[in-house]
Every structure is written in structure tokens, then in C-alpha cells.
């Protein structure tokens, strides 16, 4: 009879998806999740939750890990899956064995036919043992539900060591407090990326009596329960401070035992962030893919503060946990999170969330601060506390100069200056690349100060051999460091500091050392300053990191002019970037439809991959370049063949990174995009071509006035993709792009679309 009673709700789930329409009933969350990593898929949370409670059907690795869609097999129910964390993974199981036979051999066989996941809930059917899960959470706790076959002993086994996603599981202990309660610790061991074992703790309550305990003292405890006809409950806190903090946010954020409410809860709260942007028109996948895009905006970078503001720093040899200030009520200030890099984030979530959650904005900016105060560097990506030192530059920088520039100024802009300008000298994050926790040469900085260029190779990569180095790729950090330069530039000119703003200007250009205009390229060049031999501007990673010759060259989006200058004038850049586009046309924008695919011999030489951040800007380049009907077609060619997909194969081409894909698509799909990451006065948005009828912004009336930004466009369709005339607030606008204080003042952009270039629109 359960069996009829799930498929039932199932379809009442489904038709209220298609009646009411609300934006949290639109979201997929199976998108890509046939190519997902370790952190990629998400279900059972909250909006950055410290909890990301979903199956698992992969264990071992940071790719391929996690809920794959294509697996058949769920190993198990983990609490994080986080940038280099994970923690307590739990199984209902039905069984008569002991836990040591019992560790071998516990997984379940699945259907997705007899599945539900939705954002903030997750319900599945585990074949072998007959018990349907529900899975649900606030912030910081996990609530699981499970119904038990009536005839059978339930018992729940914790994994609590071993491979679990990126990370090995060692040191841990689970602690029996009274029949109902548990409490312990897992420690993930050091990784090559995260330096510091970090401990995750837990605290267990159930609703149903603990009979007996069985462990494997290692990795394995299983929980014997007591007879029961109803629905075992069962509430994990977590916190990465200690066993008390997470008992306190499972006390603070669920005190109750009403599953079905915090399931409503959930939904509500993600209906909420969902609908700061609304849509109307296009295609019912349209509005689909638009809203799982934004939802996957909003997760990954996850809350590791406590919910009293306690955290763990760990940014020094010695962990220590601290607190975070306070308001006058006694309420933190701000989260503290973990991050995958910013790399990349200049032109995604640095635009999204500053402009329709600029409150998120700010928590990051603090939370960056946080990491200053304590270890002396901004971080690029932090997890648990650590520097990791992921990727490559000062990717921060235009993070908060952007937030800084839009009005998000409650946090400290003369701490926040002293930490960016010190992470762009030797002493900084600058001089490290990938994981370089024990030296500051992989960054090649002194070189790019010493000679305006980064040589690739970099002379002490000859001196490795331990395999230790990851990204020594001297011109693509050069096209980065100019780029991070120019925004600390618009900072410090911002902060009255004209002498340095200057010196950062002056660096800003170094990306004209390494343009090449035999080959109309930007070129790795040898220590001695001759150019690298053997040059193909569509070989991957030949002194580029992630990408090619081809890619990067139009990194330097801070100075189009000045790159359209080097390219013999504005016709001739467009006339190249055009020729580019139609070649990337022919493997669909994209290297592969995995992040694995981009080494391919059949995909490596692909001149843009909007499947990377490195060139995902270059469509709103023609813009800048004076040709912005070009931007509208090809942004529009993107979005079709790239972000409109909604099925399991397909979506991000497996590397999303926590954000920054899913706010890619967003902004085109709403034709807003800044091409310097909003680092200016005032910053500027280009127009694209929107795929709705109607897009409206809600603006936070914590930093914004208490108003709505509505674009409207008329005659719309995919044929119709030009802009023919622009009106802002009733008047006749003569440009194709709009001032952050025109939008954030609230009104109405009317686009009357067309199917035929306006070249008279610039």
C-alpha cells in the first residue's frame, strides 16, 4: 500500500509543479547529476547551508563522487558535501548481521522511479531493505525520516571513517548519551589542497529508543533500535567547532519533531530567495532551467559558523575556535563559510549577487575579512577553516571592490584595502599557486613585477619533481594579474590612494607584454623574453591555466580599447572574435559535456569553452567593442545550445563550482553582464538579449531603495533576438547598457526586439 501512497504524492508533487508555478517548484535538481562531483548535488538544505544531506551512490573522490545520476546503487546519507569536507554518512538498514559483516556489504539498489528530490527534501525507496527515506533540514541539522517495514528490526548504521568523497575519514568517535542521543566527531585528514586534519562534530537525537550499540571501533557503528509502527525519526546537528556547538544549533534550529513542517519550511525559504528574481514568458523548460540555474546560484559556499557565531580558525598550525562579533541583540553579524575558489567569479556571482542579494554579498566580504584577521591573507578558497590556495591569483579583488563599488560598504573598506593590496606583493596570495602551501614561487610574481610578464615555464617548475605544482602557467597568470590589478586600481582610486591606484593602473596593462601581433594572440614567453616556439593558440594548458591561447586573450575585458588597439581597431577585434565564435559554434561552446572532456584531443582545441570560466565573458566583448547586435545573437546561440538543456546528462558540463556557472546563465538569460566585474564608480551592465517576456529584480531595501527593476521586452522570441529600440523609464536610451545606480533606483527597461541587427544602437 506505501508503495501507491508514494507514487500518489509523487504526482500531486508534479501537478502542483505545473499549476502554481512557484519558482521552487520549477527547479530540476537532477540537472548534470549524471557528471556531478562530490558538492555538486544538492536536495536535503538550505540556502549555503552548513548541512548538504543527500544519497550517495559514488564514495571515493572529489569527482565523480556523491549523487551520480547513472548509479543504481545509494551507499549511504551524508551530511557535507562541502569544497574538501565530508561527514557522517548514515544508512536505515534491516538486517540480522553483526556490524563487522554487515560494513561490507549494507548498500541498497534504488529507482528513480520511486524518488522525489526537490529543493530542501529528498525522498527515496531503498529496494533492499523495503524502508522509504525522507530527508529534510534547516541550516545547520539534518532530519531524516524513515518508515520501516513493520515486520523487520530497524537499525541505522553510521559511517564514520574511511573514503568518503575527497576525503579519508579518520579519527573519530560516536558517544552514547541516553537511549535517545548520540553526540561525536569525524576527522577528515589532511588533503593535498586542504593542509589541516579538520574535525566535523555531531549530535544525534532520535525519537525512538536505542535497544543496543555494535562497533567496529574504526569506521562503523550500527544502531539497534527499539520496535516501532511508526516512522523512526532522527536529528543530526553539525558544527565544526565542537560536540556542544552542534547540540546548541540543533537546539536552536529544531527543538521540534514535526518533519512535515520544517519539509514546508524548507520550500518556503527557498521560494523566497527563488523569487527576488521573477519571470514570465518564454517556454515552460525555459522558466525550468532559469529558476534551477539560480538555485544553483545560492549553494556550495557553505555556512561553517555556528549558529551563536562560533567558528574553527584554522589558518594557523594550531585550530582554534573563536566567535564572531555580534549585533546588539546578540545575533552574529555575518556567517563564516567555506568556499571553492573565485576564480572566475568576476564575471558570475561578483554581478548576481551584489545586485539581487547583496546581503549575501556582504556576509562573503566579512566572512574574506574574517579569514585576514586571522591568517594575514585573504583567502581564494577556503574549506574548514584552511587556506587551500586553489587556482591562481588574487580572485577576491574584484569580489569586493565590486560589492564596495555597488554601495555594500558594511564592512570594513580600510582593512579590506590593507588585505587585497598586501595579497597582490610578494608577501601575498598572489606569489602561490594551486595548493603551494609551503613556498610563494608557483604565483611568479616577482617576475611579473620584475619584467611585466610571467614566463612560462616558470624556472623553479624545472626544480619539481614531486608532482607538487598545479597551474604554474605564467601567461594565463599574467592575464589574470592584469585583470585583478585594474580592479584594486578602481579601489584604491575610490579610497583617495591615487599614488597606488597609479602603480595598479600601471600593472593593469602588463597583459600587452604577452600580445603577440603576428598571431593576433596573447603568447607565453620564454625567461629571456623571446617568445615560446612551437606555438598553437589551441593547445590546451600551454602556459594557460584550464584553457588556451585562444581563450585567454580576451581575459582583458578590464581594457577592451586597449585590446582592440593591439588588434589593429575595434573591426578588426570584432572581425576575429566573430571569426572565433562561429568556430567554438561547431562543438557547441563547449569542451565536452564533462570538465574531464576539456584534455580530449577531440575537445581541447576549442577557441572559447563555456564550459570554464576563462572565457564565458567573451560574448558581451562586441559590446564594449561597439558592435553589441553581436552580443545579442551570439549570447543568445550560448544560452541555446549551452544552458538550456534540463536533464540529468546534461547542464554545466561538470564544473559548475558552487555558483559561478549557474550565475553565468542567469545574467544572459536576463541580458545584464558586466565585463570587469562592476569594479568601476557606478559600474556599467551591458544589455543582452533576454529570453523572457518580463524579468523583474526585487531590491533589497536593506541596500537598495525598496523597489522593483522590471526589464519588459516586446516581440520576443529566438528569431526576434535583436534589439530594435530601448526606452528606461519612459525615455528614449541611445546605449545599450545601463548604470548600477539606474537599476538599483528601481524602474522599467523596455526592449523592443526584432529580427534584424539595429546598427544604430551602440
Known sequence: MRFFTFLFLGLLITLSACTTNRPVDLVYPFLDSANSRWFFFDSASRPFGMVNLNPDTE???????????????????????AWQLSALSVMPVVSTLPVEQLKDDYFSTFSHDREIAQPGYHQVWLERYQIDVELTATTRVGFHRYHFPTDKKPKI??????????VDLTDAEVTQLN?????????????????????????????????????????????????????????????????????????????HWDFDKVRTEASNEWNQWLSTITVKGGTKQQQQRFYTDLWHALQGRRIISDVDGKYSDQTSDTRQIKQLPLSESGAPKFNHHNSDSFWGAQWTISTLWPLAYPKVASDFTNSLLQYYQDGGLIPRGPSGGNY????????????????????????????????????????GIMSRAGYEHDSQVGGGLKYYLERGYI????????????????????????????FQDHALGQFAKALGQQQDADYFFKRSQNYRNLFDSTTNFIRPKEIDGSWRQDFDPYDYEKGFVESNASQMTWFASHDIAGLAELMGGNEALIDHLDKTFIEAEKLGFTAGKAHKDEKDERYRRIPINYGNQP???????????????????????????????LSPETGYNGDEDQGLMGSLAVLMKIGLFQLTGGTEPDPIYWIGSPIFDEISINLD???????????????????????????LNGKVLDRTFLRHSEIVNGGELVLEMGPSENKTLQ
Open 179 to 255: 537511549e535517545y542521543t548520540l553526540s561525536g566527531y569525524v576527522t577528515n585528514d589532511a588533503t593535498r589542497r586542504r593542509p589541516r586534519e579538520t574535525p566535523v562534530f555531531f549530535h544525534i537525537e532520535l525519537d525512538t529508543a536505542i535497544k543496543s550499540i555494535d562497533s567496529d571501533n574504526t569506521a562503523y557503528t550500527l544502531l539497534q533500535l527499539a520496535d516501532t509502527d511508526r516512522p523512526v525519526l532522527m536529528k543530526v546537528g553539525i558544527s565544526y567547532t565542537s560536540a556542544a556547538g552542534a547540540k546548541t544549533n540543533l537546539d536552536s534550529e529544531l527543538s
Open 59 to 81: 564514495l571515493g573522490g572529489a569527482w565523480g563522487s556523491g549523487y551520480r545520476y547513472n548509479s543504481d546503487t545509494i551507499k549511504g546519507f551524508s551530511h557535507v558535501h
Open 388 to 427: 587551500t590556495f586553489v587556482m591562481t591569483g588574487a580572485s577576491s579583488t574584484p569580489f569586493i571592490v565590486s560589492n564596495w563599488m555597488k554601495g555594500i560598504r558594511d564592512f570594513d573598506s580600510k582593512l579590506a584595502y590593507e588585505g587585497l593590496k598586501k595579497n597582490h606583493s610578494l608577501d
Open 157 to 166: 548504521l553510521l559511517k564514520h571513517g574511511g573514503k568518503l568523497g575527497p
Open 455 to 482: 614566463p612560462y615555464p616558470i624556472p623553479e617548475d624545472a626544480d619539481r619533481s614531486d608532482g607538487y605544482h598545479y597551474h604554474w602557467k605564467g601567461a594565463g597568470q599574467t592575464m589574470e594579474y592584469s
Open 701 to 727: 531595501p536593506a541596500y537598495y531603495d525598496d523597489k522593483q527593476f522590471t526589464i519588459k521586452t516586446v516581440n520576443n522570441s529566438d528569431s526576434n533576438r535583436f534589439i530594435q529600440s530601448i526606452t
Open 615 to 645: 572565457s564565458m565573458q567573451t560574448a558581451f566583448i562586441f559590446s564594449a567593442a561597439g558592435a553589441p547586435w553581436k552580443t545579442q545573437y551570439w549570447s543568445r546561440e550560448v544560452v541555446n545550445q549551452v544552458f538550456s538543456g
